[in-house]
């Protein structure tokens, strides 16, 4: 069984932003690899400005289906930065969260796909 310890310890041993933009992959040194889509990070981005300060703040971001990185910063050694071409950059995205969504994508995307059914908005960018 893995400790809480242990999970804190993965380390990524490749970070690579896709040619289009469009995804992330990250991979750990216990053999985990994860191809994250844009949307899917910047949906679920632990800045403040989606997560809130309280899981009640927390926002559900719509229109974001083409969204692109466009920059990957690192953060110290714990962390990166993800910049979205809709000027979104605030949120820091650390080894072990980014662990988490690849992890929990299945659960997590489809709670947020739930979400933005239950309050009637769209992946679809607002024209």
């Known amino acids: 069984m893995t400790s809480s310890s242990q999970t ?17 992959r990250i991979a750990f040194d216990d053999g985990a690899a994860f ?12 800045s403040a400005e989606v997560q809130g300060h309280s899981p009640a703040e927390r926002k559900t971001i719509a229109g974001k289906r083409d ?19 809709d000027l979104h950059d605030t949120g820091i995205y650390g080894w072990k969260y980014l662990y988490e969504l690849g992890a929990g994508y ?22």
């Open 106 to 127: 299945e659960e997590k995307w489809q709670a947020y796909l739930d979400e933005l059914a239950a309050k009637g908005l769209s992946r679809e960018r607002l024209r």
């Open 35 to 46: 191809d994250l889509a844009a949307e899917y990070l910047r949906v679920t981005s632990p």
């Open 67 to 85: 969204v692109e990185i466009v920059g990957v910063e690192p953060v110290g050694n714990y962390a990166v930065k993800l910049v979205f071409d």
């Open 8 to 24: 804190d310890e993965r380390w990524p041993t490749e970070i690579r932003l896709a040619k289009d933009r469009r995804s992330l």
